[in-house]
């Protein structure tokens, strides 16, 4: 019986502390400017998202559905991202200027694209990246935040 009343009691000083206020800062939601920042709330505490925007070519046997073999193209960057301990949301890509160039027995297909990368902080402090650590040095350009 002793031992039941024990745990009942434990059982109420948890619920108690559970449900009591920790003070101004501990709740987000309530708080004017919290603990997320605007211009990063779609980012984490190990990455921040950005647009890579970059123009590619592919050469093809078929001028059939561009738009896929693009898209299968791009598959290729899963790799080359994670190198960087980065990912690109493939789902998202937004493709334009494809151009479809008949030459000979092939084509080739020049396009414009789009990818949201959730690009890795710790890239920045690393020297021995590959890329050099930063989104520029990947792409060859700047990366824009989204």
């Keep these: 019986m002793k031992r039941l009343q024990v745990i ?18 501990w709740d987000i939601d309530t708080e004017p400017e919290g603990f997320i920042d605007p211009e990063k709330a779609d980012s984490g505490v190990e990455s921040v998202f950005l647009d890579f ?7 093809s046997g078929s001028s059939w559905r561009p738009a896929n073999q693009i898209e299968t193209q791009l598959m290729f960057t899963v ?17 334009s200027d494809i151009n ?21 902080k710790r890239n920045q402090e690393r020297p021995g990246c590959p890329q050099g650590g930063s989104p520029e040095t990947f792409l060859g350009g700047p990366a824009q935040p989204v």
């Design 79 to 95: 790799g080359q991202l994670n190198a960087d301990r980065s990912v690109g949301r493939l789902d998202r890509i937004t493709l």
């Design 100 to 120: 479809t160039i008949e030459d000979g027995d092939q084509f080739r297909i020049t396009y414009h694209a789009v990818m949201i990368v959730a690009w890795n």
């Design 53 to 59: 925007s970059f123009d590619g070519e592919l050469v």
């Design 8 to 25: 009942v009691w434990l059982s109420l000083a948890i619920f108690a502390f559970g449900c009591t206020d920790l003070g101004p800062g």
